[in-house]
């Protein structure tokens, strides 16, 4: 889904009631061209702008004061220690922390310019627009096809048949899967669970794919070809991606936001903080604080 115009013609064929569910959504989350800027040195659209983003469980801070505005269709990865709050911020950009009952996420979250925690916006329906792709492989114990067409069916979106070829497609499994459709994904190896994940989350077309940690359960050859697959969605779609893989994230990222863990030594308490982000050649080759360089270069973390 890349805006509301092709929202709109996707109407046509859908039911009524269909059609006024979906209008709803076009009301609580305006997907619209992001007005240009005067001066913007990362010129290009922008699909997120996070503004002064702190997320607490309970009491203990957990990501304090993040801003940073992430571009469309392009591939942008967040990279730190283990305990920094990659996965926690990742989550930020499509509710997902709304699951957990102690979870307080201050400041603003904008898509598209509107705010993804207005009063009036449901997180089920930012959930359909924005996809996520876990650490781990997780696929539904059915047939490869009823994965993948789970989604459409659950939404009532037509042609599923059609669907679900053309996300295998995207996600590079089809000529893989053409001919055991029927067969169980448990069977599938890991590499090939995680594309089908990819393309399950394709199948309904979102505009982002949130991915955390897509490749750290797989062997080198199947994370080849997820990273491949990357390089390839993002002429259709953003993607943010959370890895602790420092290659990874510069082989396969245009952006690269670095975090670390700020201590406060006399209350105990850790949170994650945004040290740098911008370009990722420049994050790799001439970062601009001493911390970001430490890190990739392998001197801490």
Known sequence: MVGESRVK????????????????????????EAAPTEVDPWAGEK???LEHVSVSYGSSLAVNDVSMTIPKNEVTALIGPSGCGKSTLLRCLNRMNDLIPS?????????HGQNLYGSKVDPVQVRKLIGMVFQKPNPFPKSIFDNVAFGPRILGLGDIDHRVEKALRGAALWDE????????????????QQRLCIARTM??????ILM??????????????????????????????????????????????FLIVEMDAAEGNRWGQLVEY???DRIFTNPQDSR??????????
């Not at 013609?9 to 619209?32: F, H, M, N």
């Not at 979870?103 to 898509?111: F, I, K, M, N, S």
């Not at 062997?219 to 953003?238: F, G």
């Not at 970001?292 to 973390?301: A, I, Q, R």
């Open 47 to 49: 699909v997120f702008d």
């Open 278 to 280: 911008d370009e990722t």
């Open 9 to 32: 013609e996707t109407l046509k064929d859908r039911a009524p009631e269909e059609q006024s569910e979906q209008a709803g959504l076009i009301q609580q989350i305006s997907v619209r």
């Open 103 to 111: 979870a307080r996420v201050d400041g603003e979250v904008l898509y």
């Open 177 to 192: 899967v053409k001919d055991r459709l029927d067969d169980n994904a448990y069977g599938m190896s890991g590499g090939q």
């Open 212 to 257: 955390d940690e897509p490749c750290s359960a797989l062997d080198p050859i199947s994370t080849a070809k997820v990273e491949d697959l990357m390089n390839e969605l993002k002429e259709q779609y953003s993607i943010v991606i959370v890895t602790h893989n420092m290659q990874q994230a510069a082989r396969v990222s245009d952006k690269t936001a």
């Open 292 to 301: 970001t360089e430490d890190y990739v270069t392998g001197k801490v973390g």
């Open 203 to 208: 199948a309904v077309d979102p505009e982002v």
